[in-house]
Each structure stands twice: as C-alpha cells, then as structure tokens.
C-alpha cells in the first residue's frame, strides 16, 4: 500500500505561485505513476498533470499546461506540482495519487489511481 500525503496548499494571490508537494511512502521508480487531480464543487476530480518516476516526463492537461507541472525527486520519493500563473478559479482541494503504470493507459483520470492523499487546499485571492 502506498500512502501520500499532500502540502504546501495555502492562500495567494491570482498571478502568484504555488508549489504543492506530495510524499510517498514508497514508489518504486518504474511502476508508478503519481497524478494530481483538483476536486471541483460538483464533487468530480479533474486531472491537471501526472509524472511517471521511471519515465521522469510530466504531462499536464491542456486546461493548464505552460502554468502547472509536475517534478520527480526519487531519492526523497517526493514529487511536486508547480502552479504558476494562478487564477481564482484555480481554488480548489488539491490532490495528488498513485497507480500502477501500464504503457498506453490514460492518467488524467481518477479511475486508474489505487491511492489518494487526503488534500490540500488552494486558494486564489483576486
């Protein structure tokens, strides 16, 4: 079992940054990958970018690339979602997931992720 647990959410300004952080409790670098998602107010998490360990190349959705990715550090088993650019409609609960890795499957959504942290709230100030 892999357990995660989110940091690094807070209050900012829209135009500001943000670098959310998610520990792992273990991943072994080619089986994983680990996933962000947002949770909107209907309740639906919405992929934002994902990192394999193994692979170590992030992808973000469309809705946001060019202002969030995410980053690998294998030695701390952390990985990162770097915000930038923020707007208010970026606030939201943020969190990050593991799953196991197959070639081809799509991981912007929640469904192909076994382990969730519990959150961390963004807040964007206008």
């Known amino acids: ?20 952080a998610c520990a792992a409790s273990k991943f ?18 919405v992929g934002l970018s994902f990192v394999s360990p193994g692979l170590g190349r992030p992808y973000s959705a469309d809705s946001v690339k060019g202002r969030f990715t995410s980053s690998v550090d294998n030695a701390k088993k952390m990985v990162y979602l770097q915000m930038n650019s923020l707007r208010p409609e970026d606030t939201a609960v943020y969190y990050c997931a593991a799953g196991l890795y197959y070639s081809g499957a799509y991981y912007l959504t929640p469904r192909n992720y076994n382990y969730w942290g519990q959150g961390t709230q963004v807040t964007v100030s206008s």
């Open 1 to 20: 079992e892999v357990q995660l647990v989110e940091s690094g959410g807070g209050l900012v300004q829209a135009g500001g940054s943000l670098t959310l």
């Open 28 to 45: 072994t670098a080619d089986n994983y990958v680990i996933g962000w998602f947002r949770q909107t107010p209907a309740g639906e998490r």
